[in-house]
């Protein structure tokens, strides 16, 4: 089975087997066969390790995803039916699978690939995205102002809150209106600050099926092929719906190099940390096999605060980094929710903590989520500079995961008691002058002072 | 054989025993209000260790689907409570929005709590909510949303309400993860809370 026989994959949404609501397949089948393969595979946590160094570990956590996503399959929303895959169909799209892209074009065109652990070779692709809503006025301005960062090799836009006064809303004209509005002022934006050739993650404002498609353009919007990125969710969890399927069939037939957003929930259906790993893992398997897409964004995210940077989120996605990068080729990047908001230490610590537990695992930076993903204009490009700029010194001064270890163990003391806080900062209109679209003094200092920091840790900053 | 077993059996998820033990308890003279009460302190001590990551939802799951199974044998022995029959819940994951986890929790923890759920599931269409409101006699209509550009699904809702002059007959709950008190109030909703425990407590408070 190949990635792209896509019709072979779209027919089992209407041939699998039949459960007549998601709860009567996550009792019968999901939650068994979780608590099944975590045993028979040995899949344990510590509770206090951030950084894993076990190989074996890293590699029984692969046969387990494996063994679960073949066991379990995927729940159809729309037809009650399990999509499920052999293992034959699984090996054919994990061995054809391509390790790496060009993307973009002109002097923005780039490699898109797998890491390996400690990789010494390649660096990590820094794709910046703040993950957050922003006010329709100044939509453009905020892209804008993260184009310009040094090290962005691709980026994913700020959503857009309103169209013409109203709250863009899903499977509505306002949100394909929306979606069209944010591709207009993306390329609009790439041109005015010297990059319109730039790989872009588009649109996020569009969440309906017809809104990605509405955006879809090649003079105006987001345009085809290897120049631009889409994405397409595996909802929560195991579970698709016509309308994802019909998503990858648009990319697919549009022909961007799109990927599969995917978010394991710590303390939700696949239970605690164990289970939640063996869940993240077999959801990039699952979307290659079930959408043919080319990479994955992985947030296993926190039940209760929705972040990504708790010790045990973190453990995960060393984990999950290290058990796709030693078996498979699958391209995968790790996506950064913050607990805290921009304009506070916290903040600064949560991204170095991602950076370093990620990076020596073979991961890739995507980032950088504030607040919680809850409010809009909270977010500016000065974390995200921050937390690539950890992540490209991580690369460059080879850091070891025994190393990476020892610091993430240091800095989770400074923001771990704080997590239960609401420490959600200011506006992007308080931390950056909107007009010079560059962080106030006030702010670069801090953020130099954060950098201080952690040099005196012994991260080396390679400028 | 004793209530300590049935609530062993409820943790444990194995409703076929719960029940096959449920019926033997009541035909030995064992009191069904007994039974539920001992039910009710498990799921509660359940949701307390929920809270606190010591379970998790799977747990939860499966010990709720057995007090399902087990209530459906105790409801016809259980006579009408002193203060009047378990309140009744819509609750549902608005128009265009497929994720149902937040929801489902919510809906576990509310039955454990001792209201009556009726779970309409995901994508669900303000009208299909009016009416289960209307048929159901509701006392609270529990509208989730995930994503920002389906949080708009509340506020409809609440407008649809408010045109069929059928707004304050029961309470409109929202929640989610993008969600918020300040949006709450912007919306006219009459509750927030920041998880279902919260919503729980809140209900029952304003309830009574």
């Known amino acids: 089975m190949s990635t792209f026989r896509m019709w072979e994959v779209f027919a089992k949404a209407e041939d699998g087997p039949f459960f007549k609501d998601q709860t009567e397949w996550m009792l019968k089948s999901f939650i068994p066969q979780m608590k099944r393969v975590i045993k028979e595979h040995d899949i344990k946590y510590d509770g206090k390790s951030i950084v894993n160094q076990d190989d074996a570990l890293a590699d029984r956590t692969w046969e387990a995803a494996k063994d679960f996503f073949i066991s379990v399959g995927v729940y159809n929303q729309d037809t009650h039916r399990v999509m499920k895959f052999t293992e034959r169909e699984v090996n054919e799209v994990l061995y054809t699978k391509q390790p790496k892209y060009m993307i973009g074009a002109g002097h923005d065109q780039r490699w898109f690939q797998m890491r390996s652990i400690e990789d010494r070779e390649r660096r990590p692709f820094h794709l910046f995205s703040p993950d957050a809503n922003f006010s329709t006025d100044i939509h ?10 040094p090290l962005l090799d691709g980026l994913c836009a700020p959503l857009i809150e309103d169209f013409m006064g109203r709250k863009a809303t899903s499977q509505s004209p306002t949100e394909v209106a929306a979606a069209m509005e944010h591709a207009m002022n993306l390329r609009d ?5 010297g990059r319109p050739d730039v790989w872009t993650v588009s649109v996020g404002t569009a969440e309906s099926a017809q809104a990605q498609i509405a955006a879809g353009n090649p003079v105006w919007g987001v345009r085809q092929s290897h120049l ?3 994405m397409v969710s595996i909802l929560t969890e ?10 990858s069939l648009h990319y697919r037939s549009y022909g961007n190099v799109f990927g599969n957003l995917c978010g394991a929930i710590f303390g939700g ?10 869940l993240q893992t077999a959801y990039n398997i699952e979307g290659a096999c079930l959408y043919g897409s080319c990479w994955a964004l992985n947030f296993p995210f926190h039940l209760k605060w929705q972040s990504t940077t708790t010790r045990q989120l973190l453990w995960l996605q060393s984990v999950l980094s290290q058990a796709l990068s030693r078996n498979s080729n699958l391209i995968y990047m790790n996506n950064l929710f913050a607990n805290a908001g921009p304009g506070t230490e916290q903040l600064y610590w949560e991204c170095a903590n991602h950076a370093l537990a990620t990076e020596c695992c073979g991961g890739n930076p995507w980032g950088a989520a504030t607040c919680r993903n809850k409010f809009t204009d909270m977010a500016t490009p000065l974390e995200s500079r921050f937390y690539h700029e950890v992540s490209e010194a991580s690369f460059k001064s080879r850091l070891s995961r025994a190393k990476c270890e020892e610091l993430c163990q240091k800095i989770m003391e400074k923001y771990e008691k704080l997590i239960p806080i609401d420490n959600y900062g200011k506006r992007i209109q308080e931390v950056y002058d909107m007009d010079k679209l560059t962080p106030r003094q006030e702010y670069l200092d801090q953020y130099e002072r954060m950098r201080d920091e952690l040099c005196a840790m012994g991260v080396e900053f390679p400028y | 054989m004793s209530i300590a077993e049935v609530r062993q059996y409820m943790v444990d998820g194995d409703g076929e025993a719960a029940v096959a033990l449920t019926n033997k308890l009541l035909s030995e003279g064992t009191q069904a209000q007994d039974i539920m009460n001992g039910l009710t302190e498990e799921m509660g001590i359940l949701g307390e260790k929920f809270e606190n990551f010591e379970v998790f939802l799977p747990d939860l799951m499966i010990a709720g689907d057995a007090f399902m199974q087990i209530m459906s044998v105790l409801k016809e022995h259980l006579v009408t409570a002193a203060d009047g029959p378990a309140k009744t819940v819509v609750l549902g994951t608005v128009k265009g929005d497929y994720h149902d986890i937040g929801k489902n929790i919510v809906g576990i923890v509310l039955q454990a709590s001792g209201f009556n759920v009726i779970d309409l599931g995901a994508d669900v269409d303000p009208v299909a909510y009016l009416e289960t409101a209307r048929k159901e006699k509701a006392d609270v209509v529990g509208l989730s949303a995930l994503m920002t550009t389906t949080m708009p699904g509340q506020e409809e809702f609440i407008k649809l309400v408010k045109d069929a002059g059928e707004k304050g007959k029961y309470l409109v709950c929202v929640g989610g993860a993008p969600t918020s008190v300040e949006w709450a109030e912007r919306i006219g909703a009459d509750v927030w809370s920041f998880d279902a425990f919260e919503c729980a407590a809140k209900l029952k408070k304003l309830l009574g």
Do not use: F, I, P, S
């Open chain 1, 140 to 149: 453009k301005k905020a892209c804008m102002a993260y184009l310009k960062e």
């Open chain 1, 228 to 230: 631009d990125g889409r």
């Open chain 1, 269 to 278: 259906h696949a239970g605690g940390t164990e289970g939640t790993l063996v």
């Open chain 1, 238 to 247: 195991m579970t698709t719906n016509n309308a994802m399927l019909n998503k």
């Open chain 1, 189 to 193: 934006a790439q041109r005015l600050v």
